[in-house]
């Protein structure tokens, strides 16, 4: 089944030690998005790429960074985690070619910051 | 920029009653309405959309409605089952691919 697969599911890492996860997708959809959620608030964007386009949301930390070599796979850089960056992150991708702007989430990347 | 806001924040109903959540937006040219269900651990995944040439759709259990004029649109869930429990979120976008979230709410059904 196509799908949006992310890994890994769960990511504990130290204070400050760079961390990454990721991303991959069957879907061939071209446009691939972050989002971080943390407890019982809706996903907040964090940045997303249009084929290889990228484009930050304006209130996302220098801290937080994103790599896409190819179609299928992104990755979140998170260079010096703090204690606030402990959250669910998520992975989206959705294709600009279509009329609707469905958005397939994938099951997420649970990090926790020591 | 948009801003979704989602009534109530949390909803229990009895299995077999119904479900209604309700959602404003502030950027009337906002064109494309989903609801996304999230269970827990799981990443949110979309129940029902509507665009706004659509005033309701309907999918077996699950409606939305759509009010351009008030800005508002609904989800209702009939016959709700113990499986319908979850977090549920709207979310409203304009033209390009970013969704602007509800703030979501946790549904609960009593069997």
């Known amino acids: 089944d196509a799908m949006v697969i992310q890994n890994p599911r769960y990511q504990v890492t130290q204070f400050g030690k760079p961390v990454t996860l990721s991303c991959s997708q069957t879907?061939?959809?071209?446009?691939m998005y972050w989002y971080q959620q943390k407890s019982s608030q809706a996903p907040k964007l964090l940045f997303h790429?249009?084929?290889?386009?990228?484009?930050n949301e304006a209130d996302t930390p220098d801290n937080f960074q994103s790599r896409r070599p190819n179609t299928s796979f992104c990755f979140l850089d998170i260079r010096s985690p703090g204690l606030g960056d402990a959250a669910m992150y998520l992975c989206?991708?959705?294709?600009?070619?279509?009329?609707?702007?469905?958005?397939?989430f994938g099951p997420g990347t649970r990090l926790t910051v020591l | 920029g948009e801003n979704v806001e989602q009534h109530p924040s949390t909803l229990s109903v009895q299995e077999g009653d119904s479900a209604v959540i309700k959602c404003t937006y502030s950027?009337?040219?906002?064109?494309?309405f989903p609801w996304y269900k999230q269970e827990l651990g799981k990443g949110p995944q979309l129940i029902i959309d509507?665009?706004?040439?659509?005033g309701e759709k309907k999918d077996q259990r699950i409606a939305v409605t759509l009010n351009k004029t008030a800005k508002h649109f609904s989800l209702h869930i009939t016959e709700t089952q113990p499986e319908d429990s979850a977090v549920y979120f709207c979310?409203?976008?304009?033209?390009?691919?970013?969704?602007?979230f509800g703030t979501g709410t946790r549904l609960t059904i009593i069997p």
């Open positions: 509507i665009r706004s040439n659509v």
């Open positions: 950027d009337s040219a906002s064109n494309y």
């Open positions: 989206a991708t959705s294709s600009r070619d279509k009329i609707n702007n469905e958005q397939f």
């Open positions: 979310a409203a976008s304009f033209g390009n691919e970013k969704l602007t």
């Open positions: 790429y249009y084929d290889k386009d990228f484009n």
């Open positions: 879907l061939n959809h071209n446009v």
